[in-house]
């Protein structure tokens, strides 16, 4: 069993590697895709100092708790964009047969498939993340506390966003709603949530957990909560469950497209 898992991890970064290799044979593209992306993201910081510069804070956000919640948000879209891009694009794996690819290996078949591809302007936003945190002010245990809470938090967006493109061994046209859901996690996570009132606060603890994801690791950085960090992990890990059992019980209703392509 061990050694399953131990071989499925070499699998996934080889997958990671090769990808990551490919884009690295234009560099120029790669540097620039990952230079704008951190320039980019660098707008909302002068957007919040500009409302900043109105009021002291909004809810119980100031501004380092904004600048927090902003690079945490980066650092957690470009943890799932960069490892698990597919995720984001599985129904069309699914409609176009592409999954055929994935099927006949001796692998597992949704690590495999949303482990093939990265996007390279993800790395600007892991850096974007960095420079976030450091300005927010360095220490040993928020440093670990925050890179815990991108992983979970990039593990439940990656989750959402398969359990919703898996509708698409069910449904047509799926992959609008797992768009909108994808797109609505991501606005709305640079944003406090004491902004937001009841069904939609609600919504986004439940349906769309950005308050999972995001609002609640930022609580225990600033001030650690055991309770909550248990309620993180936990919920983390019930969606990893979630995902992998619908999306295999959507694989039974795959039909291949008799597809022929090959991966190494």
């Avoid at 967006?157 to 493109?165: A, T, Y």
């Avoid at 919920?235 to 990893?240: A, D, Q």
């Amino acid at each position: 069993m061990l050694m399953a898992v131990r071989n499925q991890i070499k699998v996934i970064f080889l997958s990671i590697k090769y990808a990551l290799m490919r884009e690295l044979l234009n560099k120029t593209t790669f540097l620039s895709n990952v230079i704008f992306m951190v320039l980019n993201n660098s707008s909302m910081i002068i957007q919040w100092l500009i409302l900043f510069s109105i009021r002291d804070n909004f809810g119980d956000y100031g501004l380092k708790q904004v600048i927090l919640l902003i690079g945490l948000s980066s650092s957690i879209y470009g943890f799932a964009h960069f490892f698990f891009e597919k995720s984001f694009k599985l129904s069309e794996t699914i409609n176009t047969g592409k999954l055929d690819a994935y099927i006949v290996q001796p692998k597992n078949i949704l690590l495999s498939t949303i482990t093939s591809d990265i996007q390279v302007s993800a790395l600007g936003d892991l850096l974007f993340g960095l420079i976030v945190y450091l300005f927010y002010g360095f220490s040993f245990p928020s440093f670990i506390l925050y890179y815990i809470f991108t992983m979970t938090g990039g593990l439940i967006l990656v989750c959402i966003s398969v359990i919703f493109h898996s509708l698409s061994f069910w449904f047509n046209n799926a992959d609008l709603g797992a768009d909108t859901i994808n797109n609505m996690m991501i606005n709305v996570s640079t944003y406090p949530d004491s902004i937001f009132k009841g069904a939609v606060k609600w919504l986004l603890f439940t349906i769309i957990p950005v308050g999972i994801a995001n609002y609640i690791p930022v609580k225990i950085i600033t001030s650690f909560n055991p309770y909550l960090f248990i309620i993180n992990i936990s919920v983390c890990l019930l969606f990893i469950v979630i995902t992998f059992i619908i999306f295999y019980k959507g694989l039974r209703r795959y039909s291949s497209s008799n597809l022929m392509s090959a991966r190494i």
